[in-house]
T-cell receptor, first 116, second 115 residues
Framework: GAVVSQHPSRVICKSGTSVKIECRSL??????MFWYRQFPKQSLMLMAT?????????EQGVEKDKFLINHASLTLSTLTVTSAHPEDSSFYIC????????????FGPGTRLTVL | TQLLEQSPQFLSIQEGENLTVYCNSS?????LQWYRQEPGEGPVLLVT?????EVKKLKRLTFQFGDARKDSSLHITAAQPGDTGLYLC???????????????FGQGTILTVHP
C-alpha cells in the first residue's frame, strides 16, 4: 500500500516552455503533498507543501509564480514549471501523506527535467 | 532553522567492510528518520526513531539515536554492492498547522560499495 506515482518520469523541453508534472497517490487519499527538488549528488530541498483544496505553502526562496502547484483532489497534485530555463533542470520528487499515517511521507519515483 | 549535518559526505569502500554514517542536528530531533535513495528514484524509508538512546536493527543495518536526541548513526555491517546509494537522515516535525509532518533532510552521504 501507500504507492505514489509521478508522470512523466523524464521530460526534456526547450527554454521558455512550461512543463507540468503530476503526482498521484494510487491507493490512498493524500491530505498533504510535498514537492522537492534535488540536484545531482545533493539532498532533497523542500519547495512547497500543499493541502487538498487550499493554496500551497512555499518555502523561502521558491518563486510561487514560477512553480505553480495545484492540489485539486485527494489523489492528485501537479507542479507546473513555467517559462523553464536551463537552471530549472533538476530531479523533482513529490511525496504524499495522510493523517492516519501519522503524516508519514510516501515518496514518488521522481521526474527528471532537462531544459535545453 | 534546524540544520542537519551528515558525515562523511562521500564513502567508498570494498565489499565486506563495515561503515558508519553520522547525523547531527543543531536542535533536538522531533522524530528522526533514515532514508536510502538510489539514482533516479525517490527515497525509501529505512527506519524511524523517536526515543533517546533507541537502537533499531534492520538486517545488517543498525541505527542508534543519541540520548539527547540530537545525533544519530547508521552502521552497516559487511557492506554489499547493493547497499550503494545516497543515505539521508531527516527530522520529521510534529509541530501543528501547515508544518505538520514536514521533513528537514541532511545533505546526505553517498555510499559506494565496490565488489
Amino acid at each position: 500500500g501507500a504507492v505514489v506515482s509521478q508522470h512523466p518520469s523524464r521530460v526534456i523541453c526547450k527554454s521558455g516552455t512550461s512543463v507540468k508534472i503530476e503526482c498521484r497517490s494510487l491507493d490512498f487519499q493524500a491530505t498533504t503533498m510535498f514537492w522537492y527538488r534535488q540536484f545531482p549528488k545533493q539532498s532533497l530541498m523542500l519547495m512547497a507543501t500543499s493541502n487538498e483544496g487550499s493554496k500551497a505553502t512555499y518555502e523561502q526562496g521558491v518563486e510561487k509564480d514560477k512553480f505553480l502547484i495545484n492540489h485539486a483532489s485527494l489523489t492528485l497534485s501537479t507542479l507546473t514549471v513555467t517559462s523553464a530555463h536551463p537552471e530549472d533542470s533538476s530531479f523533482y520528487i513529490c511525496s504524499a501523506s495522510f493523517y492516519s499515517s501519522y503524516n508519514e511521507q510516501f515518496f514518488g519515483p521522481g521526474t527528471r527535467l532537462t531544459v535545453l | 532553522t534546524q540544520l542537519l549535518e551528515q558525515s562523511p559526505q562521500f564513502l567508498s569502500i570494498q565489499e565486506g567492510e563495515n561503515l558508519t554514517v553520522y547525523c547531527n542536528s543543531s536542535s533536538v530531533f522531533s522524530s528522526l528518520q533514515w532514508y536510502r535513495q538510489e539514482p533516479g528514484e525517490g527515497p525509501v524509508l529505512l527506519v524511524t526513531v523517536v526515543t533517546g538512546g533507541e537502537v533499531k536493527k534492520l538486517k545488517r543495518l543498525t541505527f542508534q539515536f543519541g540520548d539527547a536526541r540530537k545525533d544519530s548513526s547508521l552502521h552497516i555491517t559487511a557492506a554489499q554492492p547493493g547497499d550503494t546509494g545516497l543515505y539521508l537522515c531527516a527530522d520529521r516535525t510534529n509541530a501543528g498547522g501547515t508544518s505538520y509532518g514536514k521533513l528537514t533532510f541532511g545533505q546526505g552521504t553517498i555510499l559506494t560499495v565496490h565488489p
